[in-house]
């Protein structure tokens, strides 16, 4: 590994978006050049090695990490740098290229999925702070805890998710599709929750801890979020039919969402949750584990270049 001060340390996924990943590496080589912006490259070889590839960038002295990949890969790189951190606040810069298909992180932060133009942020862009949100879980029978940039999602949302990875290619469509063989069939279980102290049991349709927007290539989750604000916003869905969950799909994309008499907006630094049944939970489009869990908050976590 080369000297910190030689620049960007730059962490790519050469299988994200499909198989894109190559491609767009190959371009962002020629675009930093041209750009006189120093780097060093390594890429990720398997699901962890981005965290692990993170972990030992910082420690060896980076500050400034890129990442090549979808959301999946970004929340490996951010872990892995948080985690050597016990998950406190970093000073730790980051930029995303994106190589992914979903790029709901970077939709919130208006982050461009042109090459040219997201590469053109590691010397242009402004640097803000930005929160993590924080789950800890159950996974094999033991706990876990695991950060987060964009959204976690338990119940339907990483059913859901499940469901999709058996799919080769992942995009709107992909997920939708996914959406609807799901809840053809589902049960909505029954969570017990407290949310910074107020309590609530019921059953739920999918619960979201959110630190930005979107998720699901652009369902538009948590319309308020604001990724500075110290706080996660919480998306409550309660149980609703196939039919009504249908009549909505246009409020996902389009907004409007939390109109809907199911639907409740909570922001709040401290969820926990529990349920008779394990209940499956995501983050950032990666399936963790189970419930029983807990979400908070890590405010100005990181910084990230955006426009």
């Known amino acids: 590994m080369a000297l910190p001060d030689s620049g960007w340390y730059i962490i790519a996924n050469p299988v994200s978006g499909g198989g894109r990943g190559s491609t767009t590496i190959a371009n962002l080589e020629r675009v930093l050049t041209n750009l006189g912006i120093g780097f060093e490259l ?8 981005a965290m692990e590839l993170a972990r030992d960038a910082a420690a060896g002295g980076y500050r400034k990490i890129a990442i090549v990949g979808g959301d999946g890969t970004c929340n490996e790189v951010v872990n892995g740098v948080l985690a050597g951190n016990d998950y406190k606040p970093v000073v730790t810069e980051f930029a ?48 876990v ?47 017990r929750y407290r949310i910074d102290g107020e309590e609530h049991e019921k059953q739920v349709l999918v619960i979201i801890a959110a630190n930005c927007r979107y998720a699901g290539s ?12 110290g706080v996660l916003d919480f998306t409550v869905i309660d149980r609703m039919s196939f039919m009504q969950v249908a009549g909505q799909i246009h409020r996902l994309f389009r907004g409007g969402l939390e109109n809907h008499p199911c639907v409740h907006l909570i922001r709040g630094k401290y969820f926990e949750a529990t349920s008779e049944k394990p209940v499956l939970i995501e983050a950032d489009g990666e399936l963790l584990g189970t419930t029983p869990c807990s979400y908070s908050v890590i405010p100005g976590a990181f910084l990230l270049r955006v426009p």
């Open 218 to 229: 652009g369902m538009l989750l948590a319309p308020n979020a604001d990724p500075s604000d």
């Open 42 to 49: 390594s890429f990720t070889g398997a699901p962890g090695h």
């Open 145 to 191: 805890k695991r950060a987060f940039v964009n959204m976690s999602g338990m119940a339907i949302a990483a059913d859901t998710l499940e469901r999709s990875t058996q799919f080769r290619r992942q995009n709107r469509l992909v997920y939708l599709n996914a959406l609807v063989r799901v809840l053809l069939r589902y049960k909505a279980p029954v969570i």
């Open 96 to 143: 995303v290229i994106s190589g992914g298909r979903g790029n709901d992180w970077i939709r919130t932060h208006g982050i461009h999925t042109d090459i040219s133009k997201a590469a053109a942020l590691l010397r242009f862009g402004k640097t803000v702070r930005h929160d993590a949100g924080l789950v800890a879980f159950q996974k094999d029978g033991r706990p």
